[in-house]
């Protein structure tokens, strides 16, 4: 997918669109048919190429100079096509479990601030509960 290499943004919003929208109908594909535990397995490029809206002028939109293995030229091969979506998919996929794994570690993080919290609010409680006992004694 079209990202900056930097800190892999999506260039524009029309990239984040296909690249979702690529996801989205991947993941509708990948679904094992009614009935069966059987994964599907999945043309990538009939997928990619309907998201965009096929070729304009023997160019594929977001994938750059690669666009020649797209072209229906006799030196393109399925399997040179496959493999340039297989990556960009694979970049998405590790993007996303690094994101995945950012968001534990601050869930984590977070738990332990929770706990701490609550700790230190139960032992204002045993304070506050000591001093009312002392004032009760006090007055008594």
Known sequence: MHVKKA???????KSQMIADLVEE???AASQPVEGSMDLQLID???IYLETIGGQKKQRVYDIGSKGVT???????????????VDEAV?????KTNEH???METE?????????????EMQQMKEVNNEV????NAMQQ
């Open 132 to 135: 009312k006992e002392m004032k």
């Open 90 to 94: 694979e970049q998405r996929v590790m």
């Open 70 to 84: 797209f072209c229906s030229s006799s030196r393109a091969s399925s399997s040179s096509v496959t493999t340039v």
């Open 7 to 13: 800190d892999g943004q999506f260039v524009d919003n």
């Open 100 to 102: 995945i794994v950012v």
């Open 25 to 27: 109908r991947v993941i």
């Open 107 to 119: 869930m984590k993080e977070k738990d332990q601030q929770i706990t701490l919290l609550k700790d």
């Open 44 to 46: 990538y490029d009939p």
